[in-house]
């Protein structure tokens, strides 16, 4: 049993350093880009920065033995929450923007 929750806990780590690495990375290519594309996925990036935020503070919670009563347990469903918010954000920005290039591709085909 707790070499189970100690192997979770050590993926949750593994998984955070991964986000973090994996966040700089989209950060940079992010910066590259222009327009409408960059916009949509700015919100994607701060999705998941939140979401490694969220995994960070629940390692943090686990390491100093808080128990699920704790007041700062509250702030997990509302940073899980706001991460979905902007993960919804992003993904209907970026839908916009294939839409709008799908059209202006159909009306070339039609000249």
Do not use: H
Not at 10 to 18: K, N, Q, T, V
């Amino acid at each position: 049993m707790v070499d189970s929750v100690i192997f979770s806990w050590g993926l949750g780590i593994i998984g955070a350093i991964l986000g973090i690495v994996g966040g700089v990375c989209f950060l940079i290519s992010l910066s590259m880009m222009r327009g409408e594309i960059k916009k949509s996925l700015f919100f994607l990036f701060i999705s998941n920065f939140i979401w490694i935020v969220y995994s960070i503070i629940m390692i943090l919670l686990f390491f100093k033995k808080l128990d699920i009563t704790n007041t700062i347990w509250i702030i997990i469903p509302l940073l899980y929450t706001l991460t979905s918010v902007f993960f919804i954000i992003g993904t209907l920005k970026l839908m916009n923007t294939i839409k709008s290039i799908q059209k202006v591709n159909i009306k070339k085909l039609r000249v």
